[in-house]
């Protein structure tokens, strides 16, 4: 584990590259892509100790708490360039998160890659929409990486229903979306860091290449793992309660998921691009592909009850 100091002299082609959300899907793709290159990267999480775990000795680990000043000086310290990730249970951005932000400008912070989704321009519902427009006139360099859909998602979030009851709960209708890999987002991410010059004071929508329904979602987990998997259509309030209730969301989660399905729902989800190939040269990771990757981890579990309760 290495030690982050303020005053460590570091020279200015060994400042850290900051990461945070660092032991994310996200964060972790952008932590190796930039190892990989050779860069010294400042990985930061709110547990120090799952960043180490993680990590090792390979990068300089940090705890950052947006919402607590006192680990803002040493993560920020001798930082030019950060990835930027908002925390899912932090829904509102003015006053949990651009207090560390004016604080990183202070510091000296001169470009920020931050982690947007698809269509935030046009929904200011959604807090990412906030961030981008304080980055906007920041002065701050700035990259937006509008993601759509993870992948991950369906083994994260939804793990649970699809693991123990053989079944999806999203309220998307028959909408499409468009999904994407997170070792794709991140490795776009990284590639806007590296290059600064390149990328900087751009909207970068990073899909993979193909627009799927949820019913078409739960046909492909269906022949990968070998049991039926149901697509349920919840309306808005059972998909809140069973959030809640079952998922566990915070109230913030809740409603920023809940925005994101309305808007496949309304068959405004599934834009295509080419940025993965564009910047990466190379085919981005299909779902398919991605379920054959990752089935072990929706295994059943023995003595876990599949009923609908």
């Known amino acids: 584990m290495q030690q982050t100091n303020e005053k460590s002299g ?11 959300g660092a032991t994310g899907n996200v964060g972790r793709a952008v932590v190796d892509t930039l190892l990989s290159a050779g860069k010294t990267v400042r990985a930061a ?19 950052l708490d947006f919402t607590d000043p006192s680990t803002w000086a040493a993560a920020f310290a001798g930082v030019r360039q950060m990835f930027l990730l908002r925390p899912p249970q932090l829904g509102k951005p003015k006053k949990q998160m651009l207090p560390a932000l004016e604080f990183a400008r202070g510091k000296g912070v ?13 929904n200011k519902v959604v807090p990412h929409a906030a961030i981008e427009s304080w980055l906007r006139a920041s002065g701050i360099a700035w990259t937006f ?6 992948h991950q998602n369906l083994s994260t979030t939804h793990l649970t229903d699809i693991r123990d009851r053989n079944e999806l709960v999203v309220p998307a209708g028959n909408g499409a979306t468009a999904f994407v890999d997170a070792e794709d987002v991140g490795a776009v991410a990284a590639a806007a860091l590296l290059d600064p010059q390149a990328h900087s004071n751009r909207a970068l929508t990073v899909t993979g290449d193909e627009a799927l329904t949820y019913a078409r979602i739960a046909q492909i987990l269906t022949a990968e793992l070998g049991r039926p998997i149901r697509y349920a259509r919840p309306g808005a309030i059972r998909y809140v309660l069973h959030a809640r209730r079952r998922l566990k969301m915070p109230w913030g989660m809740v409603f920023v998921t809940l925005a994101i399905y309305t808007t496949a729902r309304l068959g405004m989800a599934d834009g295509l691009t080419r940025t993965v190939r564009d910047v990466l040269g190379r085919d981005p990771i299909r779902f398919d592909q991605f379920a054959h990757r990752e089935g072990e981890l929706w295994a059943p579990q023995p003595n876990v009850g599949r009923s609908r309760r």
């Open 110 to 122: 001169e470009q920020i890659v931050f982690l947007s989704i698809q269509g935030a321009e046009k």
């Open 45 to 63: 999480g709110r547990n120090r100790d799952s960043v180490d775990k993680m990590f090792g000795d390979r990068v300089e680990s940090v705890s």
């Open 10 to 20: 570091i020279g200015k082609a060994q400042q850290p590259i900051l990461v945070t």
């Open 145 to 150: 990486v509008r993601a759509s859909f993870f």
